[in-house]
């Protein structure tokens, strides 16, 4: 699909109301868990090594619902960057642990916010900026009609994006030092020795050592945060939980496993809601089979 056309269809699906997408999206999602293709596939698998003990019945219904709830989010997305200001924050119905983000900035180091692949990770940001200096990492996307609508979004409450690149570090280590909120992505695969493998859900994991190295070099704590996607078109419960305070620790092997494990809290807490058809165990120790 070329620009104009994939700016066309982002501004189209944009007007829809937000409760028919939602719909459009449990619907495909469904009919994606009921025919062969990749994301099913790759959910599968996923679910699979990280609820061993699961019945075959109830990993198929989390599979089903994790595939709706994920075109969800691809289908609301156009909504949520075009809402005004009112309308969207309108849709937050709810903050819980608020208290916890303001006691940590209360410290004065600044605050690492980690937000998962998790309900709608667009809405965290935007909400987090209308009410708080934020500098979070961008990474480009393939498409540059794409890539231009998603900067313009994300910044227009005041957001700062920077380069996920030492530029964009150096930057975030900045905020950190003015005692302001940087936000991450916590369950990317990092690039080649930017990340070390540690435990998540019991399978070793290439996690990122960033929030570790942050933490660690200015004292700030880490909290996770996401928006659980509410039924009906409602809108998002954002819930905000603190990270144990091991990912701080000088050994990015320690710090990696922290962050992997408050990471797996914040999952099975709303575990149809997680992104299980991402890649997250494509690189492997080595000697290690391919899992995909």
Known sequence: ?????????????????????????????????????????????????????????????????????????????PWVWRAGRETLLGKVRAVEGRERLDAALAEGKGVILASPHLGNWEVVGLWLSHHYPITSMFRPQRSKALDTLMLTARERFGAKLVPSDASG??????????????????????????????PFFGIQTNTPVLPGRLAAKTGAPLLFVFAERLPWGRGWRLRFQRAPAEVGARDAAVGAAALNAGLEACIRALPEQYWWSYKRFRRRPEGEPRLY
Do not use: Y
């Open 169 to 198: 570090v150096r930057r975030q280590l900045e905020a950190l030092r003015r005692g302001e909120i940087v936000g991450l992505l916590p369950d990317q695969n990092p690039g080649k020795g930017t990340g070390v493998f540690a």
């Open 1 to 77: 699909m070329n620009d104009t056309l994939t700016r066309a269809a982002l501004r189209a699906t944009g007007l829809l109301p937000l409760s028919l997408l939602q719909g459009l999206g449990a619907a495909a999602g469904w009919l994606g868990a009921l025919l062969p293709n990749g994301h099913r596939r790759i959910s599968d698998i996923n679910l699979r090594l990280c609820f061993p003990g699961m019945g075959r019945r109830a990993r198929r219904r989390l599979m089903r619902r994790s595939l709706q709830e994920t075109v969800k989010v691809a289908l609301e997305c």
